[in-house]
């Protein structure tokens, strides 16, 4: 029998997007769910769309087919890889104000963003003494794997990006302007729109990497990388290595924080319950209901 490999298409576009079309695209989309064994996670507004999706590599076609029909989505912004098993349970797709959460309305990406970085030069870009790093990701994401003496915002969630900004930005630049700042992400969006703000905000030699960190992955030998460690993704495979293979991390399914080998060894760890990182976040009613839902997914394993 023939095992099924899923495509996995990592997806977005910022570009004005009418809104009576916006839902013409979504019931598109969940026809080809219906007929196929289509899933994933896509957002999509008046600015543009972001996710990824899931689904053999035929079915993949012919979801981007329909998509470049609506929006003629940029080539530079797909990422593919590969994995063994559905990293989604069914295809989600969600309307809201924003692609990505800034909740800073008055940016366009789409007109005023950085300078596109394509893998290669990027490496000369962030070995230079005058070039600030921003990683523009989340704490738990920098926490697993980032590009070494890269700067880390420590935010829970993009939103927090500009008010780091405005109050800690300064701080790395000696001279006003004095410096390039490159900034990255996982695909590229979240540091697009950074670049967008940051040029609003005065600044001038703002970068971004193209593709983000997944791209650089693909382009790059092990050897040449300076990224170390692994890139989280918003997916089950929870990380890839640098083969963009599932890599060594799983979930908390209690706080959601990814947690290595080595975490689920110490004594803090009770598999569905809790890890170390949120030992002290719950209550015992909280704990209770997390070890009914644990035990009823282990005897589904089962049936």
């Known amino acids: 029998m023939r095992q099924t490999i899923y495509k996995v298409a990592s997806i977005y576009s910022f570009f ?13 989309l969940l026809s080809i769910e219906n007929t196929n064994d289509l899933s994933g996670l896509l957002i999509i507004s008046k600015e543009g769309i972001n996710g990824t999706i899931c689904a053999e590599e035929t079915v993949i076609e012919q979801v981007l087919k329909i998509m470049r029909k ?36 008055a940016i366009n990406p789409s007109k005023d963003a950085g300078t596109y970085v394509d893998s290669f030069r990027w490496n000369k870009l962030i070995k230079d003494r005058n070039t600030l790093v921003i990683d523009t990701r989340n704490h738990y994401e920098v926490s697993i794997g980032s590009f070494k003496e890269s700067i880390n915002p420590n935010t829970k969630n993009f939103s927090e990006f500009p ?21 990255f992400c996982t695909g590229g969006i979240r540091c697009e729109k950074a670049t967008t703000l940051l040029k609003n905000k005065g600044y001038n030699n703002v970068f ?11 382009d790059m030998s092990k050897e040449e990388s300076l990224f170390e460690g692994e890139c989280f993704v918003f997916d089950k495979r929870v990380a890839l290595d640098h083969k963009l293979e599932k890599g060594s991390y ?5 706080c959601g924080m990814p947690i290595s080998i080595e975490d689920q060894k110490k004594e803090q760890y009770i ?6 990182f949120c030992i002290n976040r719950f209550t015992e009613e909280d704990r209770k209901r997390f070890k009914e839902r644990q035990k009823q997914i282990e005897n589904s394993k089962k049936t």
């Open 208 to 218: 971004h990497l193209k593709g983000g960190i997944l791209k650089y992955l693909e």
């Open 70 to 105: 609506f929006i003629g989505i940029n080539e530079s912004n797909l990422k593919f890889s590969y994995s063994k098993t559905k990293i989604f349970k069914k295809l989600k797709i969600k309307i809201k104000n924003e692609i990505v959460t800034m909740g800073v309305p």
């Open 271 to 276: 598999e569905g319950i809790q890890c170390h």
């Open 16 to 28: 004005s997007f009418q809104e009576n079309l916006i839902l013409d695209l979504k019931d598109k």
């Open 250 to 254: 799983s979930i908390c399914h209690a």
């Open 163 to 183: 008010d780091w900004v405005d109050n800690n930005l300064e701080k790395y630049i000696s001279t006003e302007n004095s410096k390039n700042i490159a900034m």
